[in-house]
């Protein structure tokens, strides 16, 4: 299985403040079709989780620019630009190039 | 709008069998796509469990493959999934998806498994 180690696990941070969580996988995500399927998700409190990026670096529609996303191989990274109180969260990478389909652990975002 | 909606029982008893559905709106199973299950034990992270083309082919979590079938009923724009001799360890909220990307979820179920 494909393992996607996610960094930190706890991210405390302060409003208007940046916040980056790193996703590594243990081997790279390149699909057969030429495709790299790695896709953020944030999921509130007591909701279910909602996609956030796609294919690495493309924004789902309705989310804000200050979520983006970026890397290649092996490494990627979400970033969220001057935090705001509705991002508290839990942030989960997931991989769909390989079987079976996988997730990071999660990183928890709070407000300091 | 594509939309998923988990239906099923919320309490099965241990060794019998979990099933649910995931029926899709706003988009037919038949033009495409693979179709997810996923699940989340309370307070804990997701965990993929399998998915299903609509042409009917599978691929279930390795974890997990002796005691999942998942099946499409492509008529009602449905698929389905059957999770045998369940332990408390099943408790979990389980979501159906769309593809790959996981662009559209169901909002989930809550499966408790107890006697």
């Known amino acids: 299985d494909v393992v996607m180690t996610q960094s930190p696990l706890s991210l405390p941070v302060t409003l208007g403040q940046s916040a980056s969580i790193s996703c590594r996988s243990s081997?790279?995500?390149?699909?057969?079709?030429?495709?790299?399927?790695l896709s953020w998700f944030q999921q509130r409190p007591g909701q279910s989780p909602r996609r956030l990026i796609y294919?690495?670096?493309n924004r789902d529609s309705g989310v804000p620019d200050r979520f983006s996303g970026s890397g290649s191989g092996t490494a990627f990274t979400l970033k969220i630009s001057r935090v705001e109180a509705e991002d508290v969260g839990v942030y989960y990478c997931m991989q769909g190039s390989h079987w079976p389909r996988t997730f990071g652990q999660g990183t928890r975002v709070e407000i300091k | 709008q594509v939309q998923l909606q988990e239906s099923g029982p919320g309490l099965v008893k241990p060794s019998e069998t979990l099933s649910l559905t995931c029926t899709v709106s706003?988009?037919?199973?038949?033009?495409?796509?693979?179709w997810d299950w996923i699940r989340q034990p309370p307070g804990k992270g997701l965990e993929w469990i399998g998915t299903?083309?609509?042409?009917?082919?599978?691929y279930s979590n390795p974890s997990l493959r002796s005691r999942v079938t998942i099946s499409v009923d492509t008529s009602k724009n449905q698929f389905s999934l059957k999770v045998n001799s369940v332990t408390a360890a099943d408790t979990a909220v389980y979501y159906c998806?769309?593809?790959?990307?996981?662009?559209?979820w169901g909002q989930g179920t809550l499966v408790i498994v107890s006697s």
């Open positions: 706003g988009y037919s199973i038949s033009s495409g796509y693979q």
């Open positions: 998806a769309r593809g790959a990307d996981a662009d559209y």
């Open positions: 081997q790279g995500l390149v699909h057969s079709d030429g495709n790299t399927y």
């Open positions: 294919r690495v670096s």
């Open positions: 299903i083309h609509h042409s009917g082919r599978t």
